[in-house]
């Protein structure tokens, strides 16, 4: 075969676990003209996607629209609700929910990790625990991520809350949705989470650029007190904006005309549906990764994400040449390998606008890159995912018809 070849054929599959691809209506509904942004038209566009978000969040409370990525609506939740010196508990689930605890330190705050191996998500118990050895009650949040993008952990955090109310603790709860929302069940209110973190570049199929804070009554109460410095961050002047349709600042006008779109998509669909597809397509490569012999990051069925699975190359196999391999050979991404497994793992991204065929071309350039990389596996992976995916499909149609 010639070599290089200076153009990649056909459409690139982005398969990292976000940014997400995006669709084609996203993509039309932000090339338009930028709108006046004090104006009427504007007003009612930004009306729409904050009432449109709550939808997502599940909460009846406003939720904060910031000109930032993820990390921005980390800092945003703790410099709102906390001081210098507060203890906020952290549960180390990877790489993400550690980049979270030293921003926390950096921000003065005296975070304490409860410890994992990087292959679970939150242990409830374990939270319960900490909380309970908190006699004085100093304690001011617990905060944990529903999904560990570094590992592809999934936590429960129904579960979560729980755990605190079982301790009888008044910390606040904080939950980093960045890689869950709009593909996984997420209910801000029911759950009683006080901030939830979100980004736009995963399951909103959005360019990156744009993250959210939902905040609870508990949460608004604590920013009248709360003393880390802010200003770009801070709630008030957002909220009250907010309420006429603008900002306090410049808006990122193409990032909201693109939301409402997302917004409306994920409605045309049916969030249930959207919430089984990304379980479906995460089950599926999981059975793949199965058949080929090979392990996910991920030990425990109970943390199983529905967003990412992290395949673990056996020993002596780099996961980062693999992943080179693949993007020269097939003209795919995968995500990389963080912490003490880096280099041993690759991350397979299904989450966003992705359906049974796109992750179908994916696994089968897994497998190819399996055989080229002369990865120790067995066949039969892509099989075992088709199988699943058609014995789901012939399912819901027996069920439609009954
Ligand atoms: N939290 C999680 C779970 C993430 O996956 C990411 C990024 O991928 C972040 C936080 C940081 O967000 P950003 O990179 O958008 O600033």
């Given at each position: 075969m010639a070599k290089n070849s200076s153009r990649q054929v056909g459409r690139h599959f982005l398969h990292i676990p976000g940014p997400t691809p995006l669709p084609d209506r996203v993509l039309r509904a932000m090339d338009t003209p930028i709108i006046d942004h004090r104006g009427p038209e504007f007003a009612k566009l930004a009306k729409k996607c904050l009432e449109g978000i709550k939808t997502i969040f599940k909460t009846a409370n406003p939720v904060i629209?910031?000109?930032?990525?993820?990390?921005?609506?980390?800092?945003?939740?703790?410099?709102?609700?906390?001081?210098?010196?507060?203890?906020?508990?952290?549960?180390?689930?990877?790489?993400?929910?550690?980049?979270?605890?030293?921003?926390?330190?950096?921000?003065?705050?005296?975070?304490?990790?409860?410890?994992?191996?990087?292959?679970?998500?939150a242990d409830p118990a374990a939270i319960e625990a900490k909380l309970r050895e908190d006699k004085n009650k100093e304690i001011k949040a617990v905060c944990v991520l529903h999904n560990e993008t570094s590992t592809g952990c999934l936590s429960n955090i129904a579960e979560v809350r729980k755990a605190i109310d079982r301790a009888g603790h008044p910390a606040m709860l904080f939950v980093d949705t960045i890689s869950?929302?709009?593909?996984?069940?997420?209910?801000?209110?029911?759950?009683?989470?006080?901030?939830?973190?979100?980004?736009?570049?995963?399951?909103?199929?959005?360019?990156?650029?744009?993250?959210?804070?939902?905040?609870?009554?508990?949460?608004?109460?604590?920013?009248?007190?709360?003393?880390?410095?802010?200003?770009?961050?801070a709630w008030d002047d957002?909220?009250?904006?907010?309420?006429?349709?603008?900002?306090?600042?410049?808006?990122?006008?193409?990032?909201?005309?693109?939301?409402?779109?997302?917004?409306?998509?994920?409605?045309?669909?049916?969030?249930?549906?959207?919430?089984?597809?990304?379980?479906?397509?995460?089950?599926?490569?999981?059975?793949?990764?199965?058949?080929?012999?090979?392990?996910?990051?991920?030990?425990?069925?109970?943390?199983?994400?529905?967003?990412?699975?992290?395949?673990?190359?056996?020993?002596?196999?780099?996961?980062?040449?693999?992943?080179?391999?693949?993007?020269?050979?097939?003209?795919?991404?995968?995500g990389s390998s963080f912490g003490a497994l880096t280099g041993r793992y690759f991350r397979v991204g299904h989450l966003g606008d992705i359906n049974e065929t796109m992750l179908m071309g994916a696994l089968a350039a897994t497998e190819m890159t399996l055989s080229l990389a002369n990865v120790p596996h067995k066949k039969g992976g892509v099989q075992a995912a088709m199988d699943y995916?058609?014995?789901?499909?012939?399912?819901?149609?027996?069920?439609?018809?009954?």
């Open positions: 629209m910031y000109t930032a990525t993820g990390t921005g609506a980390w800092e945003a939740a703790l410099v709102n609700t906390l001081s210098p010196g507060d203890r906020v508990v952290m549960v180390e689930t990877g790489q993400f929910a550690t980049l979270w605890k030293k921003m926390a330190e950096k921000l003065d705050l005296k975070a304490e990790f409860i410890p994992t191996d990087w292959r679970t998500g869950s929302l709009a593909s996984t069940d997420y209910r801000h209110d029911e759950w009683g989470v006080d901030v939830t973190v979100g980004g736009a570049q995963k399951g909103l199929m959005l360019p990156p650029g744009m993250s959210f804070n939902a905040i609870s009554d508990k949460a608004l109460k604590a920013a009248q007190t709360a003393k880390l410095p802010k200003s770009f961050w957002m909220l009250n904006m907010n309420k006429i349709g603008f900002f306090p600042y410049t808006p990122a006008t193409q990032m909201l005309q693109g939301l409402a779109v997302s917004i409306e998509m994920l409605h045309e669909e049916g969030l249930e549906n959207v919430f089984a597809r990304h379980e479906r397509l995460a089950e599926a490569t999981r059975r793949a990764v199965k058949a080929w012999g090979l392990e996910t990051v991920c030990r425990d069925p109970k943390y199983y994400s529905p967003t990412l699975t992290a395949v673990l190359l056996p020993e002596g196999h780099n996961a980062d040449a693999f992943r080179a391999l693949a993007l020269d050979t097939f003209n795919i991404s995968y995916l058609v014995s789901q499909r012939s399912a819901a149609t027996k069920q439609a018809a009954e």
